[in-house]
């Protein structure tokens, strides 16, 4: 029944044995800055590449600051940890995203609020964040918003750019600063996403990527905190470090920090993907170019990129009918060594978070039964 949708991707890939859902794609620069820093012997938490790799990713997002990390989900934990989010207060996120956003507020002792994904990105739905804050939230004497039936503080709001797509950060931050709740955005999926001509992740208190083995573009592991406040950008150093005072011998540190630094040699394969970055959000778009025209002939719809918002189209994203067949398209594919994935299952359904605040996740529950991701290196035709 997919059959025509199966040749098409196998061509597609040149008829390779397997074709992955998203395979790194390393270039002449990748083995020669990662030799370099062997051959330096910086290879751990000090080195030049930690720096230019801070530097560049400051100049492709415009971004003022930038921390590099570990991998995105220390990152996100600095960030909510920087942001003073701690045991028992309240982190508004989306239920559809993946396990190491919330993972990461839970870190913090903080307990996730998990509200419905909006139609046109599948992020954090403004719409929703408002009703839960209309009929949840109070602000107090203090200035600072509470949920009045859990008595807890609603501190930050985790929105998440799903596969590349912009959610409306213009609306979510309007709503949150109406209620004091910062904003921390998820843009492990978005580098290289734009909304209103901004890129993703500049314009809340922090934001964080991630530069794991199958995003965009890969550190081996890693990833970073942006934000556009100095006194921020240095806590974040502070804490990612070992808290340590500058000096030729002592060691004097102030505070328990966490050591989720970058070593030098995962920013040395980063700074040369670097490279390629622009030349793989081209690719990506070519190739969602050439889906749109195979799915036109077929009822299947292919996800595009929301109004107002420009997308990597890191992951590309199909929508069946219905669940019964997403499950056939799962199979068919997967038997014919095409691999494919579905969506997320929605976080308040997972043991460790069913017991945590969530809305009636409408349009959730819709896409996490549709929503299948499709092959989308950028090593397509013969590139
Ligand atoms: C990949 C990813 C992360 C975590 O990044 P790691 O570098 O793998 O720790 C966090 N959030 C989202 C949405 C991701 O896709």
Redesign the pocket.
Known sequence: MYNKTISFIKDLYGNKDFIPLHEPIFNQNEREYVLECIDSTFVSSVGKFVTKFEEDICEFTGSKYAVACM??????HIALVVSDVKLNDEVITQAL??V??ANAIKYCGAHPVFLDSDIDNLGLSPDALEKFLISNGEIRSDGFCYNKNTGRRIKACVP?HVFGNPVKLDELSDICKKYQIDIIE?C??SLGSYYKGKHTGVTSKMS?L???G??IITCG???IVLTQDEKLAKKLKHLTTTAKIPHTWEFQHDEIAYNYRMPNLNAALGCAQLESLQSFIDSKKELFKLYEAHFQDTNIELLREAPNSKSNYWLQAVVLDNEEQRNMFLEQTNDNSVMTRPIWKLLPDLVPYQNDLKDELTNAKNFASRVVNIPSSCNFKGK
């Open positions: 991998n995105g989900t220390a990152a996100l995203t993946f190491a956003t998440m998820d492990a999926e964080i991630s530069f794991n199958n995003k592991g890693g990833g």
